[in-house]
């Protein structure tokens, strides 16, 4: 339920789009089309049937094909892009001149009034957000993944002078002390590989 409801947002938000006649929007369709349909919410039928008039069905077309070619321009590629350029229509040599005008073409501006370095500019400043929030992402997981690890070794105490240790962090003397007598025999116990090769028979 709560999924149909969110494709129909998503494909209203591209409605919106088509139907403002505002350049600088149109210039963020590509983006807003390639997030709706990574996430399985876009539906071409769905937004053709919405659109009333030929001309407005048109503007969706050229959107839509502008945003393909784009795709290949910036050379990255999605699962859908191929089937979606079936579903729309587009025959080969009308792809190809496309692709030619917007890979070749820098100041000039294409048909819709979109200009070809903007359109460009947009997508790769929002994939470079995505790449990054991706690689966030992972770092996170990975930092959560050792602290559950370190959790299952070591007491609180001895976690955080592990990571005193490991991040070259001053300790007292007493830390160091309890430091060699405890927490380093553990270390050394874990560090060892004939350890590492029984923990992944067992």
Do not use: I
């Not at 403002?20 to 039928?45: H, I, M, T």
């Not at 792809?95 to 005008?101: D, G, I, L, T």
């Not at 990975?142 to 955080?160: D, I, N, R, T």
């Not at 309890?178 to 067992?202: D, F, G, I, M």
């Amino acid at each position: 339920m709560l999924e149909a409801e969110e494709a129909q947002d998503v494909n209203a938000t591209l409605l919106d789009l088509v139907k403002s006649k505002d350049s600088r929007l149109w210039e963020g369709f590509p983006v807003v089309l390639a997030n709706c349909a990574q996430r399985g919410l876009f539906n071409y039928e769905a937004v053709m049937k919405q659109l009333k008039t030929p001309n407005e069905q048109k503007t969706f077309k050229r959107l839509l094909l502008v945003s393909l070619v784009l795709y290949k321009v910036v050379n990255v590629k999605f699962s859908w892009a191929d089937s979606l350029v079936k579903v729309a229509g587009f025959k080969k040599d009308e792809f190809n001149k496309a692709y030619q005008e917007l890979k070749k073409k820098r100041n000039k501006v294409m048909y819709e009034g979109l200009s070809p370095d903007r359109l460009k500019s947009v997508f790769r400043n929002y994939f470079m957000q995505e790449e990054n929030r991706l690689v966030e992402f992972a770092s996170a997981q990975e930092e959560l993944g050792l602290e559950y690890a370190l959790s299952q070794v070591f007491s609180p105490k001895q976690k955080e002078l592990f990571l005193k240790r490991l991040k070259n962090e001053k300790m007292t003397k007493t830390e160091r002390e309890y430091y060699s007598r405890v927490v380093k025999k553990k270390v050394e116990a874990l560090a060892n590989p004939e350890l590492h090769k029984l923990a992944k028979n067992v």
